[in-house]
């Protein structure tokens, strides 16, 4: 089991910045990979950026440039810490956003926090 709890949304004005964190607890230490997705009301849930063990980040376009995805170098090995750097906020950045981890144990297992809600506003 992997435990995922989100922290750092909040209510900003655009051009202002956040800082996400995912902290991951229980079978950390089996986790490949960490994403950020977000989700608008009625609306898919989508890919802001993804970030594996060999530090490689991924990005949508409409973020790269102005988000940044980074995970702790934590010595405790049953626990991660995943961020999302937000800078530049615009009003469309505003969603849910969920941090996922992949774990492989005996198969590929998805992981999902609870989310935490950016509020930009003009």
């Known amino acids: 089991q992997v435990h995922l709890v989100e922290s750092g949304g909040g209510q900003v004005r655009s051009g202002e910045s956040l800082r996400l964190s995912c902290a991951a607890s229980?079978?950390?230490?089996?986790?490949?990979?960490f994403g950020w997705y977000r989700q608008a009301p009625g609306k898919e849930r989508e890919l802001v950026a993804s970030i594996n063990v060999r530090d490689y980040a991924h990005y949508a376009d409409f973020v790269k440039g102005r988000f940044t995805i980074s995970t702790d170098k934590s010595t405790d090995i049953n626990k991660k810490t995943a961020f999302l750097q937000m800078n530049a906020l615009r009003p469309e950045d505003s969603d849910v956003y969920y941090c996922?981890?992949?774990?492989?144990?005996?198969?590929?297992?998805?992981?999902w926090g609870q989310g935490t809600r950016v509020t930009v506003s003009t």
């Open positions: 229980g079978r950390a230490f089996d986790i490949t990979s």
């Open positions: 996922n981890a992949l774990t492989m144990g005996a198969g590929q297992v998805e992981w």
